[in-house]
Structure formats: structure tokens, C-alpha cells
């Protein structure tokens, strides 16, 4: 094709002057607003504050680490030479994330984002929005297909049922969109697209106007207005094949939420956003993005030969030369794993693909195709799914120090513990300032516990070379509410450490032999203390009630709005697309059977009361719910919680979906008022 490899370079311009301030994740979360709903408006510069504050954190970070390196090897090394194996064997285990760290303050420096050049409006694209379906419910279904086709402007959605199922047709027809089903079922995923794509080949080569751009969106991944206005004008640059846009999961405490954006928040809000530099461009992520169709035909349409589709196709449109770009924009709204089974089914997946593409791909070696930045995001990327094996490792080599007896350390115990807790506070602080804030240590750490199984699985893969199978990651309510399960990698492991711990303690009180100094129980002993730590908060988090598992197919949201119920006035508890609870007068008479309900600024639907309290001295509570098959219900319900009408919640800025309203709310945000924003701030709101 001849394309230049090179991608996109980094806008360039002034950065505005005056601009007033957005609000801050801790002033979200104190109205009761989703961190994501930060992002909704277009991209934009980083803002100089935090840009400073991320250098000062990542130099930081760095300089802590070579101080304390240094300190150990000129002061604390033992020198007698039975001794010292060991004791360089725990400081090579403690220099190993220097390298990481170096590469990330390099690579995270700047995080700047841009707008398409144009609209996208004049183009003249025949888009397709697909949304591939395998075995969800309609809870999970019908808001994505509802929401997809209010879209502007004109395309055409298309949902591809791998299910075959009746009532799905029947909701895609109802809501006018296209139901698609193949008569194989190969290849999961990518066969569904690829089959898509080549439906629409033969209807172009039998005169039907032949598709631009196909977006592609996972079930469960709700599109925001934004979602196609705000992203073809990108397609404007005929060397684009890509738009990848950030995924973003409104069903706060998922498995993965840290309170925050979740996990997956540092990945989308800072590691991709930072590919918006010459020769770093994105990769494909599988929903949330949009596709030049004539450069998927050109790689031979969705790559099939691994599980992980999606990063495999672009290392293929790369390799012709096609460029890639991420839109830093909360485009659609997702449902993140919500227990840890899900959680380690995901990961699994990503992490056993992603070894499929290393060695297919065999990534380790130089690429005239790949700019050496490429060549570090997608070699790094991928070898980091063996970050089990990293965290086993990284609980042996202090126990094996321990264990032994061996001296690793002449210094002080207490100047030991001093510079050892500096050195390590330090880092914490400036990592988390250079990730922007986009990470909670203790989520971070309890969840790095539970990816162990993942790392091991990959190992495994590497000597085995077994084939593997595209999994699901399930969606919606599951027969009975059961709490996650420890691996038994993981039992073993606090056994391991646990049993070490105590051995030590006891050799240093002289109840059995022990030769080493207790300068060098501490040394090994403190990052043992710390992987006990880490142990306990990833257990902890998996056995959590609050992780367990749901009879619930949609996901509730907690917003207080006004409503009318049998033309009563009362006010919104929590809705879900399946239905709401509701709060009116004592004095209203209790409803029965099925009653008319107004949410504000949308359609009448007709809903059934499943209960309804006394309201003896207060308000009465009403819990409703939608009929089996009442598509209209369903597409209302939807579009009201994602493309929610001007002032239909009291406190939320102009475009900002309901659904972005959370439970965590305090001061007059938790009472559904209209907050007065901080001093120079505003609310999220789309232009």
C-alpha cells in the first residue's frame, strides 16, 4: 500500500488561556458524580497544574528508588562472599521495576488530546454500527441497540445474533435496527464481524451502496449521543483505519472499581491517551471504536488466528501502514466483570491472547513496521500478562532470603526500616501523582494478588501451546448469591508466607536455630511483611459479600428525579432498565397491577407494581418493573438513563446521563439538590 508508517503526531497550538476549571475526582464523587462523566465533553489539552504534577511525580518516584538502590549497595551489603549471592540475589529482585519505571515517566510525560479537524458531517460515510450478541438478556441488550440507533447521523445498526434467538430479532426489528445471524458459528466474535463484513461485500457487488466505517460496540456498551457525531470526522485523513475511543463502565462496585474510574481507568484515562504521539498509536480494544472497512479488507477482515481479536487485527493494519488514533471522550458506557469469576475469566482471555500474539507474532524481534515506541507498547504489553509469574517470584525471593538465614544487610534494623518506608512511601506518591490519580494502592494491589492464576495460566500456555477457545465473559443474573472463591495459588501462597513470617520471628526469639542478624530478618523480612499485606487485601476483596453474585440482570442507579406514577407526583429511588423504585406521598393510594408512569422529559410507559410499603407515617416506597416483551418500555427506560433529557435530574450538567449519578454522594448532592458548583468549576456537561 506504501503508507507511512508513522502515526499521528500530538496537537500542537496554544493552550487556552481563562479556561475554567473542571471538577476534580474528589469533587465528583462529593456531588454524586461518576468520575467518567469528567471526560463527556470533547478532548482537550491537559491541564499545565497536573501536567507539573505528573513530571514531579515521576522524577520523584525514580530518584527514590536509585537513592535507596544506591544506599543498599554502599552501605548495607554484607561482604563476606557466603553471604553475598543472596544478598545481591534480593537486590537485583528489588531494582527490577527501575526499568518500568523509566519507561513509563518517559512515556506518560504528555497526555495531551485533541479533537477531530472536522465534524465529519460533510464526509459523505455510510456507517454500520455493529453489536455483536452471543447469550445476554435483554436488560444487557436492548439500551445498546435503543441507544445505537438514536444516533446522529444517519447509519445503519446491526446486530449480529451468534444466539439465534427469537425475542432478540424481534427487539432489533422493533427498534429499527438489523438482525443478523449466520448459519456457523466459527471463530466467535471475529467470525461475527467478518460475517458481517462479507454480507456486506455481496450487497454492494449487487449495487447496495458500499459501507465506510463500521463502529463497533460489545453488547453491554451503551453509546453516549457523542459517539458517532464526535468521532467520524477523524476519517477525514484517508491513512486512518482506527478510531479507538476509552471504555468506561457505569456499574459502580464491579469487581475492579477502586471508587474511581476502576481498573481499568489508568489504562484508558492515561496509558492510551498518551499514544497520542508520532509512532504510538492505539490499539483496537474490541468495542467503543470505528473501522475503515477498506482497511479490514485489506488485512484479510478481523483476525481469527487468537482470542484477542482486536490487538491482533491492528498489529496487521500497522504492518500496511495504516494509522490509528484514540479520541479521549466518554463515548459509550459499559458493564465491567462484576464478581471475581467474571473478572478472572476477562483477564484470563486477554492474558492467554495476548501470548498467542507474542509468539505468532513473535514480538520479541526488531520490525522495520514498528517505530520503537510501537515495539514497546505491544512487546511490554503483552509479556505484562506474565505479571503472575512477576508477583510469585516477587513473594519467593524474600522467603527464600529469609528462609536461608543468609546475611543481605549490615545496616541498622531501625535506619533499615526508616529508609526502606521512605524510599518505598515516596514512590507510591509519585507514581500515583505521574498515573494522574487514576489508581487506589489497595485496590491495585488486592487485584495484582488475584491476577496471579492469569500470569501462571500464561506460563503454562507458553510450554503447552494448547489451543484455546473464545469464553464470554457473562452478563446479567446468575441462579444464587455466591461469594468468590480463593485459588488455591493463592492459599498456598499465604500459607508459604505466613509459615516463613513465623519461622523468623521464632528464630530471632531463639526458639529454633537461625544464624542471621536481625539486619537481615528485617531486610528480607519487610518486603515479605509487605507481600503478607498484599495476600490479604486481594483475599479479602475476593471473599467480599460485596462481590458476590446477582439474581439481577440490569444494574440499579441510584437517582433522585422527579416522577409521576398513576398521575400521583413522587419522586425517583433508583431506576434500572428493567424498572424503578419509587417514593410517594403517605397519602397517595398504594397502586396496584399495572399503572402509567412519567419520567421527566419522556414518553408515558406502562410498568407493574411488584410491591408496595404501608407508608404509615412517611412516604410509601413502590418498586415497578417492566412487562416481559414490552420493547417500548425498554427503549424508554434506556434512552432516559443514557441519553437523559435537559433537566430531567436536578444537578447534573447539560448532557450528562443519569446513569452517571452514583450512591457515593455527600452534602447536598446526596439529597438530590441543586448543588452550587466550587469557586471557578463546572459541572460536567456536554457542549
Given at each position: 500500500?506504501?503508507r507511512?508508517?508513522?502515526?499521528?503526531?500530538?496537537?500542537?497550538?496554544r493552550?487556552p488561556e481563562?479556561?475554567r476549571r473542571?471538577?476534580?475526582?474528589?469533587?465528583?464523587?462529593?456531588?454524586?458524580?461518576?468520575?467518567?462523566?469528567a471526560?463527556?465533553?470533547p478532548?482537550?489539552l491537559e491541564?499545565?497544574?497536573s501536567?507539573?504534577?505528573a513530571?514531579?511525580?515521576?522524577?520523584?518516584?525514580?530518584?527514590?528508588?536509585?537513592?535507596?538502590?544506591?544506599?543498599?549497595v554502599?552501605f548495607?551489603?554484607?561482604?563476606?562472599?557466603?553471604?553475598?549471592?543472596?544478598?545481591?540475589?534480593?537486590?537485583?529482585f528489588?531494582?527490577?521495576?527501575?526499568?518500568?519505571m523509566?519507561?513509563?515517566?518517559?512515556?506518560?510525560w504528555?497526555?495531551?488530546?485533541?479533537?477531530?479537524p472536522?465534524?465529519?458531517?460533510?464526509?459523505?460515510?455510510?456507517?454500520?454500527?455493529?453489536i455483536?450478541?452471543?447469550?445476554e438478556?435483554?436488560?444487557?441488550?436492548?439500551?445498546?441497540?435503543?441507544?445505537?440507533?438514536?444516533?446522529?447521523?444517519?447509519?445503519?445498526?446491526?446486530?449480529?445474533?451468534?444466539?439465534?434467538?427469537?425475542w432478540?430479532?424481534?427487539?432489533s426489528?422493533?427498534?429499527?435496527?438489523?438482525?443478523?445471524?449466520?448459519?456457523?458459528?466459527?471463530?466467535?466474535?471475529?467470525?461475527?464481524?467478518?460475517?458481517?463484513?462479507?454480507?456486506?461485500?455481496?450487497e454492494?457487488?449487487?449495487?447496495?451502496?458500499?459501507?465506510?466505517?463500521?463502529?463497533?460496540?460489545?453488547?453491554d456498551?451503551v453509546?453516549?449521543?457523542?459517539?458517532?457525531?464526535?468521532?467520524?470526522?477523524?476519517?477525514?485523513?484517508?491513512?486512518?483505519?482506527?478510531?479507538?475511543?476509552?471504555?468506561?463502565?457505569?456499574?459502580?462496585?464491579?469487581?475492579?472499581?477502586?471508587?474511581?474510574?476502576?481498573?481499568?481507568?489508568?489504562?484508558?484515562?492515561?496509558q492510551?491517551?498518551?499514544?497520542?504521539?508520532?509512532?504510538?498509536?492505539?490499539?483496537?480494544?474490541?468495542?467503543?471504536?470505528?473501522?475503515?472497512?477498506?482497511a479490514?479488507?485489506?488485512?484479510?477482515?478481523?483476525?481469527?488466528?487468537t482470542?484477542t481479536?482486536?490487538?491482533?487485527t491492528?498489529?496487521?493494519?500497522?504492518?500496511?501502514?495504516?494509522k490509528?488514533?484514540?479520541?479521549h471522550?466518554?463515548?459509550?458506557?459499559?458493564?465491567?466483570?462484576?464478581?471475581?469469576?467474571?473478572?478472572?475469566?476477562?483477564?484470563?482471555?486477554?492474558?492467554?491472547?495476548?501470548?498467542?500474539?507474542?509468539?505468532?507474532?513473535?514480538?520479541?524481534?526488531?520490525?522495520?513496521?514498528?517505530?520503537?515506541?510501537?515495539?514497546?507498547?505491544?512487546?511490554?504489553?503483552?509479556?505484562?500478562?506474565?505479571e503472575g509469574?512477576a508477583?510469585?517470584?516477587?513473594?519467593?525471593?524474600?522467603?527464600l532470603a529469609?528462609?536461608?538465614g543468609?546475611?543481605?544487610?549490615t545496616?541498622?534494623?531501625?535506619?533499615?526500616?526508616?529508609?526502606?518506608?521512605?524510599?518505598?512511601?515516596?514512590?507510591?506518591?509519585?507514581?500515583?501523582?505521574?498515573?494522574?490519580?487514576?489508581?487506589?494502592?489497595p485496590?491495585?494491589?488486592?487485584?495484582?494478588?488475584?491476577?496471579?492464576?492469569?500470569?501462571?495460566?500464561?506460563?503454562?500456555?507458553?510450554?503447552?501451546?494448547?489451543?484455546?477457545?473464545?469464553?464470554?465473559?457473562?452478563?446479567?443474573?446468575?441462579?444464587?448469591?455466591?461469594?468468590?472463591?480463593?485459588?488455591?495459588?493463592i492459599?498456598?501462597?499465604l500459607?508459604?508466607v505466613t509459615g516463613?513470617?513465623?519461622?523468623a520471628?521464632?528464630?530471632?526469639?531463639g526458639?529454633?536455630?537461625w544464624?542471621?542478624?536481625?539486619?537481615?530478618?528485617?531486610t528480607?523480612?519487610?518486603?515479605?511483611l509487605?507481600?503478607?499485606?498484599?495476600?490479604?487485601?486481594?483475599?479479602?476483596?475476593?471473599?467480599s459479600?460485596k462481590?458476590?453474585?446477582s439474581?439481577?440482570?440490569?444494574?440499579?442507579?441510584m437517582?433522585?428525579?422527579?416522577?409521576?406514577?398513576g398521575?400521583?407526583p413522587?419522586?425517583?429511588?433508583?431506576?434500572?432498565?428493567?424498572?424503578?423504585?419509587v417514593?410517594?406521598?403517605?397519602?397517595?393510594?398504594?397502586?396496584?397491577?399495572?399503572?402509567?408512569?412519567?419520567?421527566?422529559g419522556?414518553?408515558?410507559?406502562v410498568?407493574?407494581?411488584?410491591s408496595?410499603?404501608?407508608?404509615?407515617g412517611?412516604?410509601?416506597?413502590?418498586?415497578?418493573?417492566?412487562?416481559?416483551?414490552?420493547w417500548?418500555?425498554?427503549?424508554v427506560?434506556?434512552?432516559w438513563?443514557f441519553h437523559?433529557?435537559?433537566g430531567?435530574?436536578?444537578?447534573?450538567?447539560?448532557?450528562?446521563p443519569a446513569?452517571a449519578?452514583t450512591?457515593?454522594a455527600t452534602?447536598?448532592?446526596?439529597?438530590?439538590?441543586?448543588a452550587?458548583?466550587?469557586?471557578?468549576?463546572?459541572?460536567?456537561?456536554?457542549?
Amino acid at each position: 500500500m506504501g503508507r507511512s508508517p508513522a502515526l499521528r503526531a500530538a496537537p500542537s497550538g496554544r493552550r487556552p488561556e481563562g479556561r475554567r476549571r473542571r471538577l476534580g475526582l474528589d469533587e465528583l464523587r462529593a456531588r454524586g458524580v461518576a468520575a467518567w462523566a469528567a471526560h463527556l465533553g470533547p478532548p482537550e489539552l491537559e491541564d499545565v497544574a497536573s501536567r507539573r504534577m505528573a513530571h514531579l511525580g515521576g522524577v520523584a518516584a525514580v530518584t527514590s528508588l536509585v537513592l535507596y538502590l544506591l544506599w543498599r549497595v554502599a552501605f548495607s551489603l554484607p561482604t563476606a562472599p557466603a553471604d553475598q549471592a543472596t544478598a545481591w540475589a534480593l537486590l537485583v529482585f528489588e531494582t527490577l521495576p527501575l526499568p518500568g519505571m523509566i519507561m513509563n515517566t518517559v512515556a506518560w510525560w504528555n497526555l495531551d488530546s485533541s479533537a477531530p479537524p472536522t465534524d465529519g458531517a460533510g464526509l459523505g460515510l455510510k456507517v454500520v454500527v455493529l453489536i455483536p450478541t452471543y447469550n445476554e438478556p435483554a436488560e444487557v441488550l436492548a439500551p445498546t441497540i435503543a441507544a445505537a440507533c438514536a444516533l446522529t447521523p444517519a447509519h445503519e445498526t446491526w446486530v449480529l445474533d451468534d444466539g439465534d434467538r427469537g425475542w432478540a430479532a424481534d427487539l432489533s426489528r422493533a427498534y429499527g435496527a438489523r438482525y443478523v445471524r449466520r448459519d456457523e458459528h466459527r471463530h466467535a466474535k471475529a467470525g461475527n464481524i467478518n460475517h458481517a463484513l462479507g454480507l456486506m461485500e455481496r450487497e454492494a457487488a449487487a449495487g447496495a451502496e458500499a459501507v465506510d466505517v463500521v463502529a463497533v460496540l460489545d453488547c453491554d456498551h451503551v453509546p453516549l449521543p457523542s459517539f458517532l457525531s464526535g468521532t467520524l470526522g477523524w476519517f477525514a485523513d484517508p491513512e486512518i483505519a482506527l478510531v479507538q475511543g476509552p471504555q468506561t463502565f457505569y456499574n459502580g462496585g464491579a469487581f475492579d472499581d477502586d471508587g474511581i474510574t476502576g481498573e481499568q481507568g489508568l489504562f484508558f484515562n492515561v496509558q492510551m491517551r498518551a499514544r497520542n504521539a508520532a509512532g504510538a498509536g492505539p490499539f483496537w480494544c474490541g468495542s467503543t471504536a470505528l473501522l475503515r472497512v477498506e482497511a479490514l479488507r485489506e488485512v484479510g477482515g478481523v483476525a481469527t488466528e487468537t482470542i484477542t481479536e482486536d490487538m491482533h487485527t491492528t498489529l496487521k493494519l500497522i504492518r500496511r501502514g495504516w494509522k490509528t488514533v484514540y479520541h479521549h471522550q466518554t463515548l459509550a458506557l459499559g458493564l465491567a466483570p462484576a464478581t471475581p469469576g467474571q473478572y478472572l475469566l476477562q483477564r484470563r482471555r486477554w492474558g492467554l491472547g495476548a501470548m498467542q500474539i507474542l509468539t505468532l507474532e513473535k514480538l520479541w524481534a526488531a520490525k522495520r513496521w514498528m517505530s520503537w515506541r510501537n515495539f514497546h507498547e505491544y512487546f511490554n504489553g503483552t509479556l505484562w500478562w506474565l505479571e503472575g509469574v512477576a508477583t510469585v517470584g516477587a513473594f519467593a525471593v524474600p522467603a527464600l532470603a529469609l528462609a536461608s538465614g543468609a546475611q543481605t544487610s549490615t545496616a541498622d534494623p531501625l535506619v533499615f526500616a526508616a529508609i526502606f518506608a521512605a524510599a518505598f512511601t515516596v514512590r507510591l506518591w509519585g507514581a500515583k501523582l505521574l498515573m494522574r490519580r487514576q489508581i487506589q494502592w489497595p485496590t491495585a494491589f488486592a487485584l495484582r494478588v488475584f491476577r496471579i492464576p492469569v500470569g501462571l495460566a500464561c506460563l503454562w500456555w507458553l510450554v503447552t501451546r494448547r489451543s484455546l477457545e473464545f469464553e464470554v465473559t457473562p452478563k446479567g443474573a446468575e441462579g444464587s448469591r455466591a461469594r468468590g472463591q480463593l485459588p488455591a495459588v493463592i492459599v498456598a501462597l499465604l500459607l508459604l508466607v505466613t509459615g516463613v513470617l513465623l519461622w523468623a520471628g521464632a528464630g530471632l526469639a531463639g526458639l529454633v536455630p537461625w544464624r542471621a542478624s536481625p539486619a537481615s530478618t528485617e531486610t528480607a523480612g519487610a518486603w515479605l511483611l509487605l507481600s503478607l499485606v498484599l495476600l490479604l487485601l486481594g483475599a479479602a476483596r475476593i471473599r467480599s459479600e460485596k462481590f458476590a453474585t446477582s439474581r439481577r440482570n440490569a444494574h440499579r442507579v441510584m437517582v433522585c428525579a422527579p416522577v409521576t406514577v398513576g398521575g400521583a407526583p413522587g419522586t425517583l429511588v433508583d431506576i434500572s432498565v428493567g424498572g424503578a423504585r419509587v417514593s410517594l406521598p403517605a397519602e397517595t393510594p398504594p397502586p396496584a397491577g399495572e399503572v402509567t408512569v412519567t419520567l421527566a422529559g419522556a414518553e408515558p410507559v406502562v410498568l407493574e407494581v411488584v410491591s408496595a410499603s404501608e407508608g404509615l407515617g412517611g412516604p410509601r416506597t413502590v418498586s415497578l418493573k417492566v412487562r416481559p416483551g414490552d420493547w417500548a418500555a425498554y427503549r424508554v427506560l434506556s434512552l432516559w438513563l443514557f441519553h437523559t433529557p435537559a433537566g430531567a435530574v436536578p444537578g447534573l450538567g447539560p448532557g450528562v446521563p443519569a446513569v452517571a449519578c452514583t450512591a457515593r454522594a455527600t452534602g447536598p448532592a446526596a439529597r438530590g439538590s441543586d448543588a452550587a458548583p466550587a469557586r471557578g468549576a463546572t459541572l460536567p456537561s456536554v457542549p
